[in-house]
């Protein structure tokens, strides 16, 4: 009987699968660390949060992080192991922002357990100051990144993971395909980002200066989608909202979107 692993996969000397069909986990870890460093900078300091049972899963993201970490040297590391409790998460959290008032970023490695993790951040400070980031795995995470709550999520392909499982399994039915390949067969990953908290993080806010004005107006129009008509309705709407706001500057910030955009 062929067994096929799905999504999760388990070591392959602990197991008598024949296959895994997924993401490659180790490569997702590496994805999201190199976003968060591309994000964040070289240094401070990151927590890493995960289930202290540690499934297989979570290893090889882990593992995948803290090949990309160790070769920044200013990055410093913690760890903070944790159940899936919501009481619990929330209680590990708080213990980290009294043990390490100066971190800069979290990387929830349990997708799970992302929603508690915001709750607590956000009962004492607000998040846009923090780099957060998960895996699309949990039911909070994208509608947290379309808040704005998180920068970056790892988002995974499970209707290939469906397609490429079932085309393997009839393969090994119909004898076509014997032995399916050990290794595994590994889909699309790529990180989504918030560009909204994006912005915010590069310095744009409602207390601009002049000065501010050319460096948001780079920043916005490489992160808001759309037309040429958005992106000015938008902009229109973040100048207008500055509590600095006079016609001097709102002339000079737009040309400078012209300058852009021609």
């Known amino acids: ?11 392959m000397k602990e197991s008598l699968r024949r296959t895994y ?6 490569r997702a870890g590496e ?9 964040m900078g070289s240094s401070g300091k990151v927590i890493l949060f995960y289930d202290h049972e540690q499934p297989y899963y979570q290893r090889e993201r882990l593992d995948g992080i803290n090949a990309v970490f160790k070769n920044y040297p200013n990055i410093q590391v ?24 100066d971190v800069k970023a979290f990387i929830s490695v349990n997708a799970n357990i992302i929603g508690p993790m915001i709750d607590e951040i956000e009962m004492r400070y607000q998040v846009e100051p923090y780099y957060i980031y998960t895996f699309d ?63 915010y993080q590069n310095g744009c806010g409602p207390d601009y200066e002049r000065d501010d004005m050319y460096q948001c107006a780079e920043i916005l129009y490489s992160v808001i989608p ?13 100048v207008a909202e500055s509590s600095r706001f006079d016609i001097e500057i709102f002339d000079d910030f737009i040309r400078r979107i012209g300058m852009i955009t021609n």
């Open 1 to 11: 009987i062929p067994i096929i692993t799905v999504a999760n996969d388990v070591p």
């Open 21 to 26: 069909v997924g993401s490659n986990q180790f």
């Open 31 to 39: 994805l999201i660390a190199r976003q968060l460093i591309s994000d």
């Open 78 to 101: 913690e760890h903070a192991e944790t159940s899936q409790s919501r009481d619990q998460v929330i209680n590990t959290m708080r213990s980290q922002l009294n043990q390490s008032p």
């Open 137 to 199: 795995d949990g039911a909070e995470s994208l509608p947290l990144l379309e808040k704005g709550k998180i920068d970056g999520v790892v988002e995974q392909d499970p209707e290939k993971m469906g397609e490429i499982s079932i085309q393997q399994i009839l393969k090994w039915l119909n004898g076509e395909k014997v032995p399916l390949d050990i290794n595994g067969y590994f889909t699309d990953i790529r990180i989504l980002k918030d560009e909204k908290k994006t912005y």
């Open 226 to 238: 759309g037309s040429l008509k958005h992106f000015l309705h938008n902009a229109i709407i973040l």
